[in-house]
Nanobody
Framework: QVQLVESGGGLVQAGGSLRLSCAASGRTFSNFRMGWFRQAPGKEREFVAA????????YYADSVKGRFTISRDNAKNTVYLQMNSLRPEDTAVYYC??????????????????WGQGTQVTVSS
C-alpha cells in the first residue's frame, strides 16, 4: 500500500501561482510513476501531468503545457506540481496518483493504483 497526501491548494487570482505537493509513504517511492489529475465540478477527472520514476521524463496535458511543471524528489518521497499563469478554468480538485509496475499508458486514469484525497485549487478572475 501507498498513502498519498496532497497539500498546497488554495485560492489564487488569475495569473498567479501555486505549488502542490504530494507526500508518499508506505512503499518505495522511487518504484512508482507519479501523476496529477484534476476534476472540476460537473466534469470527469482528467490527466494533468505525470513523471517517470527517475524524473527524467515528464508528460503534460495540452491545456497546461508551458504553465505547469511536475517534479519529484525521491529522497523526500514527494512529487510536486508547480502551477504558473493560473486561469479560472484550472479550478478543480487536484489529485496525486501513484502507478506501480507493470506500466501501461501513463495518461490513463485507470493506470494508477493509489490516489490521494485531493486538494482544492480555486482561481478567481
Amino acid at each position: 500500500q501507498v498513502q498519498l497526501v496532497e497539500s498546497g491548494g488554495g485560492l489564487v487570482q488569475a495569473g498567479g501561482s501555486l505549488r502542490l505537493s504530494c507526500a508518499a509513504s508506505g512503499r518505495t517511492f522511487s518504484n512508482f510513476r507519479m501523476g496529477w489529475f484534476r476534476q472540476a465540478p460537473g466534469k470527469e477527472r482528467e490527466f494533468v501531468a505525470a513523471i517517470r520514476r527517475s524524473g527524467g521524463s515528464t508528460y503534460y496535458a495540452d491545456s497546461v503545457k508551458g504553465r505547469f511543471t511536475i517534479s519529484r524528489d525521491n529522497a523526500k518521497n514527494t512529487v510536486y506540481l508547480q502551477m504558473n499563469s493560473l486561469r479560472p478554468e484550472d479550478t478543480a480538485v487536484y489529485y496525486c496518483a501513484a502507478d506501480r509496475p507493470p506500466f501501461g499508458n501513463i495518461y490513463r486514469e485507470n493506470e494508477y493504483d493509489y490516489w490521494g484525497q485531493g486538494t482544492q485549487v480555486t482561481v478567481s478572475s
